[in-house]
């Protein structure tokens, strides 16, 4: 499937305006190698809800599907996901949601916040087994599940920080 050209950045003054004290919509990733979960929340309630799982790959994120959300949420701000290792030192994965969240804020010029999502993914399964142990949740956790909920816990993490 071709990838649409990339829109074209907001003017300066434009992008400036949106910033992280303005209410708004936030879209948040979890970036992976494999999948990259999403999630949106807002400002005001500080709220976050999974949304979906993208693709990536060799070639990278699948720039497409993103456009979309983008183009469907219009979000004020982005959180990506860190990837640290325990001990706080950086991963090839770490370089390369550096790199996500680059080419993010060059795409669509609006502010990209970063967020150590160090066990994200695990307290993200954690939830979602629990919850289908309660019975609240009916069918199996899937990773892209994970993924998505790892992105809500990323974006959670950003509304504790920025307090």
Request: positive net charge; aromatic residues 8%.
């Given at each position: 499937?071709?990838?649409?050209?990339?829109?074209?950045?907001?003017?300066?003054?434009?992008?400036?305006?949106?910033?992280?004290?303005?209410?708004?919509?936030?879209?948040?990733?979890?970036?992976?190698?494999?999948?990259?979960?999403?999630?949106?929340?807002?400002?005001?309630?500080?709220?976050a809800a999974p949304l979906t799982t993208v693709s990536?790959?060799?070639?990278?994120?699948?720039?497409?599907?993103?456009?979309?959300?983008?183009?469907?949420?219009?979000?004020?701000?982005?959180?990506?996901?860190?990837?640290?290792?325990?001990?706080?030192?950086?991963?090839?994965?770490?370089?390369?949601?550096?790199?996500?969240?680059?080419?993010?804020?060059?795409?669509?010029?609006?502010?990209?916040?970063?967020?150590?999502?160090?066990?994200?993914?695990?307290?993200?399964?954690?939830?979602?087994?629990?919850?289908?142990?309660?019975?609240?949740?009916?069918?199996?956790?899937?990773?892209?599940?994970?993924?998505?909920?790892?992105?809500?816990?990323?974006?959670?993490?950003?509304?504790?920080?920025?307090?």
């Open positions: 499937m071709p990838e649409r050209a990339a829109p074209a950045a907001p003017p300066a003054a434009v992008a400036a305006a949106a910033n992280a004290s303005a209410p708004g919509l936030i879209l948040a990733f979890d970036y992976g190698q494999r999948r990259i979960g999403v999630a949106c929340g807002d400002t005001v309630s500080r709220t990536a790959g060799g070639a990278g994120a699948h720039w497409a599907v993103i456009d979309t959300l983008m183009r469907d949420w219009k979000p004020a701000i982005v959180v990506v996901g860190l990837p640290y290792n325990v001990d706080g030192s950086e991963s090839a994965t770490t370089v390369a949601a550096r790199g996500f969240a680059g080419e993010f804020a060059k795409r669509y010029g609006l502010p990209v916040r970063l967020v150590d999502e160090r066990y994200s993914s695990l307290e993200a399964g954690t939830r979602l087994k629990a919850s289908r142990e309660s019975g609240l949740r009916k069918r199996r956790v899937a990773k892209s599940d994970i993924d998505a909920a790892a992105a809500c816990i990323v974006l959670e993490r950003w509304f504790t920080e920025k307090t």
